[in-house]
C-alpha cells in the first residue's frame, strides 16, 4: 500500500494555524494529526480539527453543483450551473447595473488564495457592489491604529517573558488554545493571571485573578487605571515624552475618572480597579491580551484604542513580555502583498460598498437604489452568524434575489440558494495561510484529489468568468502563478519542503521598544485627530452602550444577552452538524443568573422564552454562577434546526455598527426572559 505524508496548514478562522500532516494511502487520507515540527503549534490540533477527515468524507458533503427546483435541490452538471448563473447575472447587469449583485464572505478558511484572491477581479470586471465592514477584527484593527499609528502588537508568544498576564475579553483556553501553554509557563515563572470577562469562561476558572465588569464598560475600567497610574506616578516619563503625544491632555482627561467612578459604571469594587491598575503599574513586564470579544459593542474600536494607551503610560513596550497582544495578522505584509490580487482597472467604474453586517437589513430596503437582486456567498454562513438574522432569512427568501453560495455542506444559508456550487476542503486544495495569532505563515499542499465536483474557490472564479465571457488572462491565473505574484520574495519551493515559514521578523521582536509608532512624527497619540475626523472622541473616552441598561429599550428587554464562543467541538457555526461534534456539546440552552431566574419564576432546566423585537427563541434555562445578575448567555454556532427551527441565537442580536471601523455589536444586545411551557 503506498503510504504518503502530506504537510499541511489548518485554514479555519482561529488564531493558531496549526501545522499538520495528513497521512494518505491509496489517495485516500486515513489520519491527520498535528505537525510536530511546528514551533507554535508543536504538534496538537483540537477537538474540532481531530475529526477532520470525518468531515472530508462525510457522507453529506455537497459534491455536484445544485440548482433549486420546486421539490428542493437538484444536482446539475456545472455546465449547466455555470450556465445560468451567467445568464441570470448578465440579465442583473444589463437592467439594474452590476451593483445590484451584492457579495459576502467571510473567513471560512484563511488562506490566501482561497478567502479571497481571484474574486477580487471577477467581481471587479462585473461591476458588483463590494464588500465593506467585517464581523471579526476590522474594529478592533482600526482602534488599535487610532493610538498606534498602526494595527500592529507585540508577539503573543512574548507572553512567556511576563510578570502579569491580562487576558481582556479573550477565552484563551477555548479560542487560542495553543497560546495556553505559553501562559501557563509565564504563571511556572511567577507571573499573574488576571481575567477580565463579564462570563466566567473556561478561562476564568483557570485564573488567578477572575474581574468581571458589566458588558460594554471596560473602557471606564482603563480610563480608571490611567487614573491610578498618573496618580501614584506609575508611568516612564521617558518613554512618554520621547514617543507619545498629548499625555497632558490625557492627564487632565482622565483626572475625574476615579476607581469610584468606574465602579459604579463597570459593577465592581473600586479596591479590586485600584488594585488592579496598582498591579499594572507594578509589573516589570506586564502583557495585555485581547482578541475579537470586545470588539462586538458599539464601542468596539474605542475598547482597542483605550487599551493601547495602557502600555504607553507605563512604557512596558520595552520589555520582553510587555505591550498590547492582540491580532499579528498584519504583520504577514513583511512577506506578504495583500494588493496583488486587486485589479481596479477591471472594473467599470466606481462600485458602491455595503457592509456585510447590514446586508440582511438591505436586502428588506424597499428604497435600495440600486436594490439587490443577487447575493454571492460563500466562505461562511451568514443565516447562522451575522447578528439581526431574521432579516437575512426574510431577506434571501425574497423570490426576485438570486442566491448563489459556494459550500461543502447544505448550511442553513446554502438551504436559501437558487444555485450552490461545491467547494473543496483544506485535505483538497493548495493554499498559504497567514497566521493572526502567530508569526508562521503555513503552506498547505492539497493531499487527496477534490472529491465528486468540488473545487477549490479560485477554480470557481475562474470557472465563472469563462461562463460570463471575460478574456481578460488576469481572471484566469494559476493558484501557482498567484502565490508566486502575492510573495515575489519568498522561497515557495522551501516553504513547501518545511510546511511553515517564520515571517522575516527578528526573534526578539520587540516593535515599539524604542517607539517607532505610526502617528504624527512616529509617535502614539492620547489624543487622535483622525477619530476626531470622524466625531468619535479625541481622548479615551466612555461612551454607555447604545442598547444597553441605560436606553429606554431597557424597560422592556432589561438582560444584556452575551453569546460568545463556548463550544470546543465547533468552530463558529462549522462541525455542528457533523455527529462527533453536535451531540457532543449538547446543546444549547440560556444561562441565567439564579436572582433573574427565581424573579421570573425560573427553575433549573424550565423550558424559557428568550427574546427581544429581533426574534425569539426556546431553550432550556441553566441557573448559572457565570454570568452576573442582569446579564444572560445563549452559546453561538448553533443551526435553525438544533433551535426546533427559530434560527440560532443570531435572531435576537444587534446589527448596529461599532463606533469606527465598520465592525458589529453581537455583544450588546438586550433581552427579556419568560417562563414558557
Ligand atoms: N473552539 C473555538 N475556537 C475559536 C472559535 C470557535 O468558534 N470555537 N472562533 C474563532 C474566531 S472566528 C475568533 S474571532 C476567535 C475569538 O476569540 P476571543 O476574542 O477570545 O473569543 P470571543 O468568544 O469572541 O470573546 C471572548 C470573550 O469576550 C467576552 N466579552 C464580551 N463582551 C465583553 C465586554 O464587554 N468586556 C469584556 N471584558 N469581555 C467581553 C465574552 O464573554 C467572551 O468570553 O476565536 C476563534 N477560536
Ligand atoms: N452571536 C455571535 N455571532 C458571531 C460571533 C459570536 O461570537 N457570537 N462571532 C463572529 C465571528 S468573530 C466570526 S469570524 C463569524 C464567523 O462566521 P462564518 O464566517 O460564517 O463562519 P462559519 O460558521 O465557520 O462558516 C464557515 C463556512 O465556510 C465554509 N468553508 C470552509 N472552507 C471553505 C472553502 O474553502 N470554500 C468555501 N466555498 N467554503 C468554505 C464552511 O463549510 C462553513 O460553512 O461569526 C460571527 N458571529
Ligand atoms: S481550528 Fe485552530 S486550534 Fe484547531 S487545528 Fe485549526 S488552527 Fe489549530
Ligand atoms: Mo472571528
Known amino acids: 500500500m503506498a503510504s504518503t505524508s502530506v504537510l499541511g496548514t489548518c485554514h479555519h478562522d482561529c488564531p493558531d494555524t496549526c501545522g499538520w500532516v495528513a497521512t494518505v494511502e491509496d489517495g485516500i487520507a486515513v489520519k491527520l494529526r498535528g505537525n510536530a515540527e511546528h514551533t507554535y503549534s508543536q504538534g496538537e490540533l483540537c477537538p474540532k480539527v481531530n475529526r477532520f477527515i470525518d468531515r472530508v468524507y462525510s457522507p453529506d458533503r455537497i459534491l455536484t453543483p445544485l440548482i433549486k427546483s420546486s421539490g428542493g435541490f437538484e444536482a446539475a452538471s456545472w455546465d449547466d450551473a455555470l450556465a445560468l448563473v451567467a445568464e441570470r447575472w448578465h440579465a442583473t447587469i444589463d437592467t439594474y447595473g452590476g451593483e445590484a449583485i451584492a457579495l459576502w464572505w467571510d473567513a471560512g478558511t484563511q488562506g490566501l488564495l482561497q478567502e479571497s484572491s481571484l474574486d477580487k477581479r471577477l467581481f471587479a470586471k462585473m461591476g458588483t457592489s463590494r464588500k465593506t465592514g467585517g464581523v471579526c477584527g476590522v474594529a478592533a484593527g482600526w482602534g488599535a491604529v487610532v493610538t498606534d499609528g498602526t494595527g500592529k502588537g507585540a508577539d503573543p508568544a512574548n507572553v512567556v517573558h511576563s510578570d502579569l498576564v491580562v487576558l481582556w475579553a479573550t477565552n484563551t483556553r477555548l479560542t487560542n488554545r495553543h497560546l495556553w501553554p505559553f501562559v501557563e509557563k509565564a504563571r511556572a515563572n511567577g507571573a499573574t493571571i488576571v481575567v477580565i470577562d463579564p462570563l466566567r469562561t473556561i478561562t476564568a476558572e483557570s485564573a488567578d485573578w477572575f474581574i468581571q465588569p458589566r458588558p460594554g464598560t471596560d473602557v471606564a475600567l482603563m480610563l480608571a487605571m490611567m487614573h491610578v497610574l498618573i496618580r501614584d506616578d506609575h508611568l516612564d516619563h521617558d518613554y512618554i515624552e520621547r514617543y507619545t503625544t498629548g499625555f497632558d491632555q490625557l492627564a487632565a482627561h482622565v483626572a475625574e475618572c476615579t476607581p469610584e467612578w468606574a465602579g459604579a459604571i463597570c459593577g465592581l469594587d473600586p479596591a479590586e480597579i485600584e488594585r488592579l491598575a496598582a498591579a499594572y503599574g507594578q509589573a516589570k513586564a506586564a502583557m495585555l491580551r485581547t482578541l475579537i470579544g470586545a470588539e462586538h459593542h458599539s464601542g468596539g474600536a474605542m475598547f482597542f484604542r483605550a487599551l493601547g494607551c495602557l502600555p504607553l503610560l507605563t512604557g512596558s513596550w520595552r520589555e520582553p513580555g510587555g505591550g498590547l497582544a492582540r491580532s499579528v495578522g498584519s504583520w504577514a505584509d513583511s512577506m506578504i502583498d495583500f494588493g496583488a490580487f486587486d485589479a481596479p482597472h477591471l472594473a467599470p467604474g466606481p462600485r458602491r460598498g455595503i457592509n456585510m453586517n447590514h446586508l440582511g437589513r438591505m436586502l428588506n430596503d424597499p428604497d435600495l437604489d440600486p436594490p439587490i437582486k443577487s447575493v454571492m456567498a460563500w466562505n461562511g454562513n451568514p443565516v447562522v452568524t451575522q447578528p439581526n438574522a431574521n432579516a437575512w432569512r426574510t431577506g434571501l427568501a425574497r423570490d426576485d434575489v438570486f442566491v448563489v453560495v459556494s459550500e461543502q455542506f447544505m448550511t442553513d444559508t446554502a438551504a436559501f440558494a437558487d444555485v450552490i456550487f461545491p467547494a473543496t476542503t483544506q485535505l483538497e486544495q493548495v493554499d498559504v495561510v497567514p497566521s493572526w495569532g502567530h508569526l508562521y505563515v503555513g503552506w498547505n499542499e492539497p493531499a487527496i484529489a477534490p472529491q465528486g465536483g468540488a473545487v477549490p474557490n479560485t477554480e470557481l472564479w475562474r470557472r465563472l ?76 473616552t466612555f461612551t454607555p452602550p447604545i442598547e444597553g441598561p441605560n436606553s429606554d429599550l431597557a424597560e422592556r428587554f432589561p438582560l444584556a444577552l452575551l453569546s460568545p464562543k463556548q463550544h470546543t467541538r465547533f468552530l463558529n457555526s462549522s462541525y455542528t452538524h457533523l455527529p462527533k461534534h453536535g451531540p457532543a456539546e449538547g446543546g444549547p440552552f440560556c444561562e441565567i443568573h439564579a436572582d433573574d431566574a427565581a424573579a421570573r419564576g425560573i427553575a433549573e432546566g424550565d423550558p424559557v422564552r428568550v427574546y427581544n423585537d429581533r426574534g425569539s427563541l426556546d431553550l432550556p434555562a441553566r441557573l448559572s454562577e457565570r454570568v452576573r445578575p442582569g446579564v444572560v448567555a445563549v452559546p453561538f454556532g448553533w443551526w435553525s434546526a438544533d433551535h426546533a427551527g427559530q434560527g440560532g441565537v443570531n435572531v435576537l442580536t444587534n446589527d448596529g455598527l461599532t463606533d469606527w471601523g465598520g465592525g458589529v455589536a453581537y455583544s450588546e444586545t438586550l433581552v427579556e426572559v419568560a417562563a414558557a411551557g
Open 465 to 540: 468568468a469563462r461562463a460570463m465571457g471575460y478574456t481578460e488572462p488576469e481572471l484566469f491565473e494559476s493558484d501557482r502563478d498567484l502565490l508566486a505574484s502575492a510573495m515575489p520574495d519568498v522561497d515557495l519551493a522551501e516553504l513547501r519542503r518545511r510546511g511553515f515559514m517564520r515571517l522575516p521578523l527578528p526573534d526578539d521582536h520587540l516593535p515599539y521598544a524604542e517607539g517607532g509608532f505610526g502617528g504624527v512624527d512616529g509617535r502614539a497619540e492620547f489624543v487622535s485627530t483622525a477619530f476626531a475626523a470622524d466625531g468619535v472622541p479625541a481622548l479615551p
